[in-house]
C-alpha cells in the first residue's frame, strides 16, 4: 500500500492506471544428484543454498545432452541454469571448455565478474570483446575454458581465425546464449547464421556442443531457440522464484501553463521531475529512455532540478557510444549502491547483476512487450516493495496503450521472430562459411533457398561449385557482413582541437545523429559538429552550449519491384486493394533544422550533402479508388496522417519498434497510379515486419483509427499523427481525414 499511495503522490492526476503484481513465493528444489559436493559447496559459499525447482529441470536438461533454453522474468536465476552443467563439466574433464554469447558488452563483463567471484576450482574466465588487447585475446584462446564474448565479436574475429581458438572449438562442451529475444527480425537472422556457423566449425573440431539459452518471457522460446541453431530444443518457461509485491503505473504528462495555455511537458522533462523526486527520497532507480540523447537529457535536467542536494552527484547517463572505462564506472558505481538515479538506453535492460532497485520508469513503451516486462522487472530484486512507472510519450501506440492498458497488462507476450532464409543475410553467410571452411550441398539442403543462393553466388563468381558438390569463395579479400544491418563499420566523433575520442556512432546513423552542424550530447556535455568525413569515418566537433536543437529532413522515392500477394478488400468493386511485396526505397538526408529550446521553434533550415541510400525491402502497401476518397479536401495530407498512425501501431501486432519502419504516402503513385500508403520493413531484404502487419492488417488499422480518434487534440500532434521522423517536416497533416482514410479501409474488409 505504501508504494500505491506513492505512485498516487508522483503522478496526482496524470494517473491513468494502476496495477498490483502480487509477490510470489520461491518453490526450492534439492541439488540434482550429477553436481558434486565440491560445487554446491562453492555455490552455497556464494549464497546460493539451494536451486529453484525451474533452475535445477533446467540445468539437468543441459546436462543430459539436450538444447535448452529457460524463459522466465527477470532476476529468476536464469544464469545458474547454465553455470551448473558448464563448471561440473569442467569440474570433470579438465579439457571442458564454454563459449558465453551475450548480446552486448557489459551483460558479458557482468557474468564474467560474477563467475570469477565464485572461483570455482580449474575455472578459467576471458572477457574477449572489441576492447580486449590482442595479446589478451591469444591468452584467451590458449588458456581459457570459459570464454565471455558477443556475436560482433565471434563473427568477425574468432571464427575467420578459428586455427587459433582451435583448443576452445575442439574441446567445447557448451554454448550459452543470453538473451535470446534480442536475436529478432534482420539482427537475429545475422546471429542464427554466426550460431550455425560456429556449431560447424565445432563438428569441424570434433565437439558436439550443447547449447544453453536464456530468454525474457516470449511466446515461444523453443521455437526461437531453434530457429538460431537449426535445431531442436527443450523449453522450461515456470518461473518458480520469489519476487515482491510491484506496482506498475500507467500515467500520463504533466501540464505547465506558457502564455496563458496549458501545454504537456516532454517525456524526458517528467522523467527528469520523476527521478528528482525519488532521488530525493533516497530510492534507487533506473529511467529507461527510448534514445541516446534522451538518456542524456534525463540525467542533466535531473541534476538541475536537484540543484546543490548533494543527490545530484549520484544522477548520470548510461549509453551505447561511451568508452569502455567509462562504462565500467558506471556499472561498478550502480552495483556498489553509489548511484541513485540512472538515466539508460535500453543497454541495461538486460540480466546485468544490479540488487536493491527501488524503482524503475518507463519513457514511453519500449516497442515489445518482453520489454516492458524485463524492464518493469528490473525493480525489486530483493524483498521491498517495487515501483514501476510508465510515462506515455507523444506516440500513437503510447496513446493507445494508456487508453486500453489490458494490451499491456493482460496481453501475452509476442513471439521471437527472425528468418535465416532471408537471401540477402544468407548471401554473405554462406561466402564467409564457405572461406572459413568449404562448404558441402548437403550442408544447405536443409534450409529452404540454400543451394539457390549458394548457384547464385557462384554465377556472380563469388563461389565456385567443384567436384563432389562443394562451394569454395574465390573472392580476393574475406567478404564483409554487419550483424547490425546498418552498413560496415563506425563513425568516430572526436573533438577537433585535442583529438580526444569522445564516442562512436553506427555509420548508418551517422547521417543523423552527427552530420555537419549536428548538436551531440555526451555524458551532459553539449558539443558542435563540424565536419562529418564519411571517407575516414570520423566526425570533428567542439564544446559549445547552443540554445537549440537540430533535426534532420529527408526526401525519399518508392519503386514497387514485384507484388507477391494482392487482394481486392470487399470484392472487385470495393475501392481499396491491399498488396504485399518487394519495393526499392531511395533516400537521403538532405537538410536540417535547427530549432529554439525549449519551445521548438523553427529557427531555420540549412542544407546537406549527402550520398542517398538505397534499401531493397519488403512492404504491405493500400490502394484506393478515387471514388473512394473524392470528397476529402486535403487527401495528401489524410494519407500522410494514416501512414504516420499506422507505423506507430505496427509495433502491437508486429515484433519491431517504430524505427525499424518506413513509410510513403501519395495521392497519386507513378506505380499504382491510385493514392497509396507504403509500409515498408528498414532492413534490406526485410525483416518480416511488414509481412505481420499484411496478416494482422484488422487488428492493426483498427487500433490505429482508435489511437487517433482517442487523442484530445483538435488536428493532430505526436501523439497521435505526428512523427518524430518524418522528412517532411510533419505537413501535410489531416487528422480528421487519416481517420476517415482508416475507416473506408476497414470499412473495405468487412464488407
Not at 110 to 130: F, H, I, K
Not at 296 to 312: C, K, M, N, Q
Not at 630 to 644: R, V, W
Request: hydrophobic letters at 40%; aromatic letters at 6%.
Amino acid at each position: 500500500m505504501r508504494i500505491q499511495r506513492l505512485a498516487n503522490t508522483l503522478c496526482g492526476d496524470n494517473l491513468t492506471h494502476l496495477h498490483t503484481l502480487p509477490a510470489r513465493a520461491p518453490e526450492s528444489a534439492d541439488w540434482p544428484d550429477w553436481v558434486g559436493g565440491p560445487l554446491v559447496e562453492t555455490l552455497r559459499a556464494a549464497g546460493v543454498d539451494r536451486p529453484w525447482r525451474h533452475q535445477a529441470e533446467a540445468a539437468t536438461s543441459a546436462h543430459e545432452g539436450r538444447d535448452t533454453i529457460t524463459a522466465t522474468g527477470t532476476a529468476s536465476g536464469k544464469s545458474l541454469t547454465y553455470l551448473l552443467p558448464t563448471l561440473q563439466a569442467i569440474a570433470d574433464d579438465e579439457h571442458a571448455k564454454t563459449l558465453y554469447l551475450s548480446p552486448t558488452k557489459a551483460l558479458a563483463v557482468d557474468q564474467a565478474r560474477a563467475v570469477t567471484a565464485l572461483d570455482s576450482p580449474g575455472v578459467v574466465p576471458a572477457v574477449v570483446d572489441g576492447d580486449t588487447p590482442y595479446t589478451e585475446r591469444r591468452w584467451a584462446a590458449a588458456y581459457a575454458n570459459v570464454v565471455f564474448t558477443n556475436p560482433d565479436l565471434l563473427h568477425h574475429s574468432l571464427l575467420p581465425r578459428h586455427r587459433q581458438w582451435r583448443s576452445l572449438l575442439s574441446g567445447l562442451r557448451y554454448i550459452v546464449i543470453d538473451e535470446t529475444h534480442l536475436y529478432r527480425g534482420v539482427f537475429g537472422a545475422h546471429v542464427a547464421w554466426v550460431v550455425r556457423r560456429l556449431l560447424r566449425l565445432a563438428r569441424h573440431y570434433h565437439a558436439e556442443p550443447v547449447v544453453i539459452a536464456a530468454s525474457a518471457t516470449c511466446a515461444n522460446p523453443a521455437e526461437s531457440l531453434a530457429t538460431l541453431t537449426g535445431r531442436s530444443a527443450e523449453a522450461f518457461t515456470a518461473d518458480r522464484s520469489g519476487r515482491p509485491e510491484t506496482t506498475v503505473a500507467l500515467s500520463t504528462r504533466s501540464n505547465v501553463e506558457i502564455n496563458g495555455e496549458s501545454v504537456s511537458v516532454s517525456t524526458m522533462s517528467e522523467a527528469a521531475r520523476l527521478l528528482a523526486d525519488l532521488a530525493s527520497r533516497k530510492m534507487r532507480t533506473l529511467v529507461f529512455v527510448p534514445s541516446r540523447r534522451g538518456a542524456e537529457i534525463v540525467a542533466s535536467e535531473t541534476r538541475h532540478r536537484l540543484g546543490a542536494s548533494p543527490d545530484a552527484d549520484h544522477i548520470a547517463a548510461y549509453r551505447a557510444g561511451y568508452l569502455r572505462e567509462h562504462r565500467r564506472e558506471l556499472e561498478r558505481r550502480l552495483r556498489d549502491g553509489d548511484l541513485l538515479g540512472l538515466a539508460t538506453t535500453n543497454a541495461l535492460e538486460l540480466g546485468i547483476d544490479i540488487t536493491g532497485l527501488d524503482a524503475v520508469v518507463l519513457c514511453g513503451y519500449p516497442g515489445r512487450l518482453a520489454s516492458f516486462w524485463q524492464q518493469v522487472g528490473r525493480a525489486g530484486r530483493g524483498d521491498k516493495e517495487a515501483l514501476a512507472l510508465f510515462i506515455a510519450k507523444d506516440d500513437p501506440l503510447d496513446t493507445y496503450l494508456i487508453h486500453h492498458p489490458e494490451r499491456l497488462i493482460d496481453h501475452p507476450v509476442e513471439a521471437s521472430v527472425c528468418d535465416p532464409a532471408n537471401p540477402y543475410v544468407m548471401a554473405g553467410h554462406l561466402c564467409l562459411a564457405a572461406e572459413e571452411k568449404p562448404l558441402r550441398e548437403d550442408e544447405l539442403s536443409a534450409l529452404e533457398g540454400a543451394v539457390d543462393t549458394a548457384d547464385e553466388l557462384c554465377a556472380r563468381k563469388l563461389l565456385r561449385k567443384r567436384t563432389g558438390g562443394r562451394y569454395y569463395w574465390v573472392g580476393d579479400e574475406r567478404p564483409e557482413v554487419s550483424l547490425r544491418g546498418g552498413g560496415p563499420g563506425e563513425v568516430e566523433i572526436a573533438e577537433a582541437d585535442s583529438g580526444e575520442l569522445i564516442g562512436t556512432v553506427d555509420l548508418a546513423a551517422s547521417h543523423r545523429l552527427v552530420h555537419t552542424g549536428a548538436v551531440y550530447v555526451h555524458q551532459g556535455r553539449t558539443y558542435l559538429v563540424d565536419e562529418l568525413d564519411l571517407d575516414d569515418r570520423v566526425a570533428l566537433v567542439h564544446r559549445d552550449n547552443p540554445p537549440w536543437t537540430t533535426t534532420t529532413q529527408d526526401i525519399s522515392h518508392l519503386e514497387i519491384v514485384e507484388t507477391e500477394r494482392r487482394e481486392h478488400l470487399g470484392g472487385p468493386g470495393g475501392g481499396v486493394t491491399l498488396n504485399y511485396g518487394s519495393v526499392e526505397v531511395t533516400s537521403a538526408v538532405v537538410s536540417y533544422q535547427r530549432r529554439r529550446s525549449p519551445s521548438g521553434e523553427v529557427i531555420d533550415t540549412r542544407p546537406l550533402d549527402l550520398p542517398p541510400q538505397v534499401l531493397e525491402t519488403k512492404a504491405v502497401w493500400w490502394t484506393l479508388d478515387e471514388h473512394l476518397v473524392a470528397d476529402l479536401s486535403d487527401l495528401a495530407g489524410s494519407l500522410h496522417a494514416a501512414e504516420h498512425a499506422a507505423i506507430g501501431l505496427l509495433p502491437l501486432v508486429a515484433t519491431c519498434d517504430r524505427w525499424d519502419i518506413g513509410g510513403l504516402s501519395t495521392d497519386l503513385h507513378p506505380d499504382t497510379e491510385r493514392p497509396t500508403i507504403f509500409i515498408y520493413d528498414g532492413h534490406p531484404g526485410g525483416a518480416g515486419i511488414a509481412a505481420a502487419g499484411h496478416d494482422a492488417m484488422e487488428t492493426w488499422l483498427a487500433a490505429t483509427r482508435d489511437a487517433i480518434a482517442d487523442c484530445g487534440c483538435e488536428s493532430g500532434c505526436p501523439s497521435c499523427i505526428h512523427s518524430p521522423k518524418c522528412g517532411n517536416g510533419n505537413d501535410p497533416l489531416s487528422k480528421r481525414g487519416g481517420v476517415a482514410v482508416l475507416e473506408r479501409i476497414l470499412r473495405a474488409q468487412n464488407e
